[in-house]
């Protein structure tokens, strides 16, 4: 009954590669996100998706591109990889509607990229 | 400006005892929501309170608790008779209601550590 999931929880993989990070959740939520963790934890937002539509594209590589198939699902596909995108990915959804600033994030467990 | 600060990249505390997180934020948006995180090292981000800007009293939930003083623009979090399990990094976040994008602003997190 996993609320946020993601696969794979691992991945490694080679420079220039490209990889899919999938992630649902079943909370019945409208808004989902992706965040980077680096190795000093900080927390930067990736993308948001809310009704199947970007909201947010903070400045990320256009080598990664969210793809929402429905509002379940917001997966995560890097094209050839670097050094550099080697961190902790992590997947979020909450419900926007009402009174939405008092509404908080599930965050999913997090797939640690490592990209050799 | 820093829309979330962290002061306090680690602290220490005794076991029982009482330890006060630090979290200030910016937001001319008379309407927010203040959220605490906590990241144990197995790595799930795990919600533990929220403080919402217009709410009259201090948020609690079990051994923690929000102090939140409006005028200073401060949100700490106190842990109350902490224990080996409250070890971990501590993310205090903010959800402004007139931000369409539906972003959550996180600050460089708080790492602490137990000691028996």
Redesign the interface.
């Given at each position: 009954d996993t609320a946020v999931s993601q696969t794979p929880k691992y991945l490694v993989t080679q420079m220039g590669n490209d990889k899919s990070i999938k992630c649902e959740q079943n909370l019945g939520h409208d808004?989902m996100?992706w965040y980077k963790q680096d190795s000093?934890?900080?927390?930067k937002?990736m993308f948001?998706y809310?009704n199947k539509e970007l909201?947010?594209n903070e400045t990320v590589p256009n080598r990664f591109s969210p793809k929402s198939p429905d509002k379940a699902h917001l997966n995560l596909h890097i094209n050839s990889l670097e050094l550099g995108d080697s961190a902790?990915y992590?997947c979020?959804s909450?419900i926007?509607l009402g009174?939405?600033?008092?509404?908080?994030?599930?965050?999913g467990?997090?797939t640690?990229l490592t990209v050799l | 400006a820093q829309k979330i600060t962290q002061t306090q990249p680690g602290m220490f505390v005794q076991e029982k005892e009482a330890v006060t997180l630090d979290c200030t934020y910016d937001t001319s948006d008379p309407?927010?929501?203040l959220?605490w995180?906590k990241?144990p090292s197995s790595?799930?981000?795990?919600?533990l309170i929220?403080q919402?800007?217009y709410d009259q009293q201090n948020a609690t939930e079990g051994r923690y608790s929000l102090n939140f003083q409006k005028a200073r623009k401060s949100a700490n979090l106190v842990i109350s008779a902490s224990q080996l399990g409250d070890s971990a990094?501590y993310?205090c976040a903010m959800?402004?209601?007139l931000n369409?994008?539906?972003?959550?602003y996180?600050g460089?997190?708080t790492?602490l550590t137990v000691i028996p």
């Open positions: 808004t996100y000093k934890k900080f927390l937002i948001s809310n909201i947010i902790v992590f979020a909450r926007s009174a939405s600033e008092y509404n908080e994030q599930f965050f467990p997090g640690r | 309407s927010y929501g959220f995180y990241q790595g799930e981000m795990i919600f929220y919402g800007s990094m993310f959800r402004e209601a369409t994008g539906n972003q959550f996180f460089t997190g790492s």
